[in-house]
């Protein structure tokens, strides 16, 4: 399993405590890297403060960062700064540090690198998210889906923040069912059902 679905298995078990419904295996299927992203973004946990500097309630200690890539990175893109393997790759290196509010100024470049590039703008929404800065998260997954309408992932990870940041069940949960409605040959489908009737029993 992904770093990517070992975290989301863990957002699952915080976003229904207490619901009865096992959610963890739903993860793996978000966020299938393209080949030239070297790590997984950590998505859509609690984070630890709001001080909107990131941080994940995750206490595991984040992997040795290495300086030496990370340096090569930036001299690519101080002289390219549209390099968009440099910049996702950067992004991706400060989120697997926490670092969230860096890890979303590198995705931002690599967004307006490649404006039409759906992954890499959930990547940024994600990171904006973690570094809770909610609403210029949920911003960014608007825009997303006017590109895109019925992108899965983007339409799953909207509604996670609406439910988780703004508190908003019923805008999550019409996000959620519009993933069912347009992608019936999804294969996590019937978790993701299961998931809105869980959040509904919660909430009445």
Do not use: C
């Not at 207490?18 to 739903?26: L, Y």
């Not at 859509?44 to 340096?71: I, Q």
């Not at 390099?83 to 290196?93: K, Q, T, V």
């Not at 889906?145 to 609406?162: C, K, M, N, Q, R």
Request: net charge neutral.
């Amino acid at each position: 399993m992904s770093m990517t679905g070992a975290v989301r298995g863990a957002a699952f078990a915080f976003l229904l405590a207490g619901a009865g419904v096992g959610f963890a295996a739903i993860y793996p299927w978000m966020h299938k890297r393209a080949p030239e992203l070297a790590k997984p973004l950590p998505m859509l946990k609690p984070r630890a403060n709001s001080a909107g500097e990131g941080g994940a309630s995750d206490p595991a200690k984040p992997p040795p960062l290495d300086t030496a890539r990370l340096k090569l990175l930036e001299d690519k893109v101080k002289a390219d700064p549209k390099d968009f393997a440099a910049l996702s790759e950067l992004g991706n290196m400060q989120a697997d540090q926490q670092n969230f509010v860096e890890a979303a100024r590198w995705f931002r470049q690599a967004v307006d690198a490649d404006p039409k590039n759906i992954e890499m703008r959930n990547y940024l929404g994600e990171a904006l998210f973690q570094a809770n800065k909610i609403d210029e998260a949920l911003a960014v997954f608007k825009q997303t889906l006017v590109l895109s309408p019925t992108h899965p992932e983007a339409l799953f990870d909207y509604g996670y923040i609406l439910f988780q940041g703004k508190n908003d069940p019923k805008g999550a949960i019409d996000s959620w069912e519009k993933l069912v409605k347009t992608n019936p040959n999804f294969d996590q489908l019937e978790r993701v059902k299961q998931l809105i009737e869980a959040v509904k029993e919660r909430t009445q």
